[in-house]
């Protein structure tokens, strides 16, 4: 009897086929499912700054993050005689600085950074922590990253700009000079395109010069809560529309006409090796010490200035 060899070999193809179907269905019943676990949420936000405010990122571990930042003096400002002509003179405010930061932000660990700056307003030297303490995963069951940030800073002004304007019938204290702030940072990313985060705040001066809200006649007091808003919505793979706002607790803060919470809009623009931050506000202040408690100028008189940072991170 003759045997077809075609049809042997398309049987013992089938066999083999067959063999190695069912091995894999095997291996398929004992095969590790730890790739399966959630993965945690990267790049929240694209740098540890939207405009004013703190993002939950932190600078990685051995990492050094450098920055420049600039705001400059207001665009134009409806209580001057003359606001036109003072826009033209200054240049939309470009000749006006109202604060330059210098900034350096090193990564312990891949959640943990350490900071140190100086900043122009009331030349203030200020040293941060900021720890993530819960990362969000992709699957929501942990819906939120958490992170921890404090920052104490110290006036080396002159000590009569210091206590200037004021009756000096005390001893010149050293303490004067110190502010502290507090913060935690709740975030979360709801797509690829939206990040949001809420930033319960806490502030306090050691020492202020004494001042009274005209409206309703509340003081102003060395410490008082605060609550910030952030968010970054990603128009393009390198290009995102940035925002946050403080809102002050404090009595002194409600209807003022010479405080202001602070409010920042503008773009963040991803090039290579830098991400560059350009935005308007109406914070005369770069970091917390100051522009939260001394926010002064209003964007419903113009009262707004340019910001921008520049950001570099080296490998260490």
């Not at 665009?75 to 003359?82: G, S, V």
Request: net charge positive; proline share 2%; charged share 20%.
């Amino acid at each position: 009897m003759k045997i077809n060899i075609t049809s042997l070999l398309v049987l013992s193809s089938l066999f083999l086929s067959s063999n190695v179907f069912s091995q894999e269905d095997l291996l398929s019943l004992v095969e590790d499912k730890k790739d399966d676990a959630p993965k945690k949420v990267y790049a929240t936000f694209k740098t540890v700054k939207i405009g004013n405010a703190q993002t939950i990122e932190t600078v990685k571990k051995n990492h050094l993050d450098f920055r420049i930042l600039h705001r400059f003096g207001n665009i134009y400002d409806a209580n001057l005689k003359n606001p036109i002509n003072e826009t033209f003179q200054s240049f939309l405010g470009f000749d006006n600085a109202t604060d330059i930061r210098i900034s350096f932000d090193y990564g312990l660990l891949d959640n943990l950074s350490v900071g140190i700056g100086r900043s122009k307003f009331n030349k203030l030297a200020d040293g941060n922590l900021k720890w993530k303490i819960l990362s969000q995963t992709s699957d929501f069951k942990m819906p939120i990253s958490l992170a921890f940030f404090s920052s104490v800073g110290y006036s080396h002004m002159p000590s009569s700009a210091l206590y200037s304007g004021i009756v000096k019938d005390f001893k010149t204290n050293e303490a004067h000079r110190f502010y502290y702030f507090t913060q935690l940072i709740i975030a979360s990313k709801l797509s690829d395109w939206l990040s949001l985060e809420i930033l319960p705040s806490y502030m306090h001066r050691n020492f202020i010069r004494q001042a009274v809200n005209s409206n309703n006649g509340e003081q102003d007091v060395n410490a008082f809560f605060s609550c910030g808003f952030g968010g970054r919505i990603k128009l393009s793979k390198r290009v995102s529309f940035i925002g946050d706002y403080f809102y002050n607790f404090a009595s002194y803060y409600q209807n003022n006409d010479n405080a202001h919470n602070p409010l920042s809009l503008g773009f963040e623009i991803e090039t290579g090796g830098h991400v560059f931050s350009l935005f308007y506000t109406n914070a005369s202040g770069i970091v917390e010490n100051n522009f939260i408690p001394y926010t002064t100028d209003s964007w419903s008189k113009g009262q707004v200035k340019f910001g921008f940072c520049i950001s570099r991170t080296f490998a260490l």
